[in-house]
């Protein structure tokens, strides 16, 4: 059973920094995409950044240059590096995982991707 457990939220105010960590239990890594999504109250969810099994990286315009992810193959583990905080970047934070290597990561942040495991969040608050 696969299992995504994310950790590292927060508070912490404008031009700070925070590192988010996704814990994946249940499944050894092959081909795979994995993606960072957040949602604000009142808005819908967007996607942040994903990482696939060939190590693309795909950012949104709005975290460009301030957020990094990364993967840890030995701990199974999915990072997203948070630096220059704005309060608007406040949000809960969900890790998913498509497991099947069919979407690749310059197309997992768009409306049509599918990720078929997800974790229960965290929340980051930047404060200005």
């Known amino acids: 059973q696969v299992q995504l457990v994310e950790s590292g939220g927060g508070s912490v105010q404008a031009g700070g920094s925070l590192r988010l960590a996704c814990a994946v239990f249940?499944?050894?890594?092959?081909?795979?995409?994995l993606g960072w999504f957040r949602q604000a109250p009142g808005k819908e969810r967007e996607g942040v950044a994903a990482?696939?099994?060939?190590?693309?990286?795909n950012y949104a315009d709005s975290v460009k240059g301030r957020f990094t992810i990364s993967h840890d193959n030995a701990k199974n583990t999915l990072y997203l590096q948070m630096n220059s905080l704005k309060p608007e970047d406040t949000a809960m934070y969900y890790c998913?995982?498509?497991?099947?290597?069919?979407?690749?990561?310059?197309?997992?942040?768009?409306?049509?991707?599918?990720?078929?495991?997800w974790g229960q969040g965290t929340q980051v608050t930047v404060s200005s």
């Open positions: 998913a995982a498509d497991l099947t290597g069919q979407t690749p990561a310059m197309k997992a942040l768009g409306p049509a991707a599918y990720f078929g495991y």
């Open positions: 249940g499944y050894t890594f092959s081909m795979y995409c």
């Open positions: 990482i696939d099994s060939f190590g693309t990286t």
